[in-house]
T-cell receptor
Framework: NAGVTQTPKFRVLKTGQSMTLLCAQD?????MYWYRQDPGMGLRLIHY???????AKGEVPDGYNVSRLKKQNFLLGLESAAPSQTSVYFC??????????FGSGTRLTVV | AQKITQTQPGMFVQEKEAVTLDCTYD???????LFWYKQPSSGEMIFLIY??????QNATEGRYSLNFQKARKSANLVISASQLGDSAMYFC??????????????FGTGTLLAVQP
């Protein structure tokens, strides 16, 4: 099925560990986004990309890095996880001016 | 900078009644789009309705309608004939610039709706 696929769906990390979240879309969308969702705060934009090879910071970029080496993939990296990064992470993509397609989310717990 | 405000953290509504979820926004861009999403307890983001800043009529999608008052910068979601399955978190979101350079979507903090039988 066409859409946005996020892996993994769940993960528990120890403080200081690193990990990469993968977002893959098969709709040839130019734009891709990473959000985090925390209780009472809605979805906040971490980083986004307006095309292959480009990335930009959103509202809450600290502690995260991203890469978009291929158009269909947008990777979110945590180099040294902290408990404050415990959250649900959503990836989204869209084409110029169209609606957005969201992934099903990744629930990350940092202990 | 663009901002979305949802002032109702939680709402109750009786089944079959209508409910209005409030959303106000702030932007200096004359061209923007407003979205509403539903997030049930299962966690996925479900698109409900869209309103463009230049649209002359309020958007409607089935039981959902968007009460767009441009001068007041409000974009309230109206759900008619509430159903138990409408119980969920609802997010208002805005994109500055129609098909703009970044297409960033900025969200409000959400309203948790509970439909009571």
């Amino acid at each position: 099925n066409a859409g946005v696929t996020q892996t993994p769906k769940f993960r528990v990390l120890k403080t200081g560990q690193s990990m990469t979240l993968l977002c893959a879309q098969d709709m040839n969308h130019e734009y891709m986004y990473w959000y985090r969702q925390d209780p009472g705060m809605g979805l906040r934009l971490i980083h986004y990309s307006v095309g292959e090879g480009t990335t930009a910071k959103g509202e809450v970029p600290d502690g995260y890095n991203v890469s978009r080496l291929k158009k269909q993939n947008f990777l979110l990296g945590l180099e040294s996880a902290a408990p404050s990064q415990t959250s649900v992470y959503f990836c989204a993509s869209n084409y110029y001016g169209d609606g957005y397609t969201f992934g099903s989310g990744t629930r990350l717990t940092v202990v | 900078a663009q901002k979305i405000t949802q002032t109702q953290p939680g709402m109750f509504v009786q089944e079959k009644e209508a409910v209005t979820l409030d959303c106000t926004y702030d932007t200096s861009d004359p061209s923007y789009g407003l979205f509403w999403y539903k997030q049930p307890s299962s966690g996925e983001m479900i698109f409900l309705i869209y309103q463009g800043s230049y649209d002359q009529q309020n958007a409607t999608e089935g039981r959902y309608s968007l009460n767009f008052q441009k001068a007041r910068k409000s974009a309230n979601l109206v759900i008619s004939a509430s159903q138990l399955g409408d119980s969920a978190m609802y997010f208002c979101a805005m994109r500055e610039g129609i098909g703009g350079a970044t297409n960033k979507l900025i969200f409000g903090t959400g309203t948790l709706l509970a439909v009571q039988p």
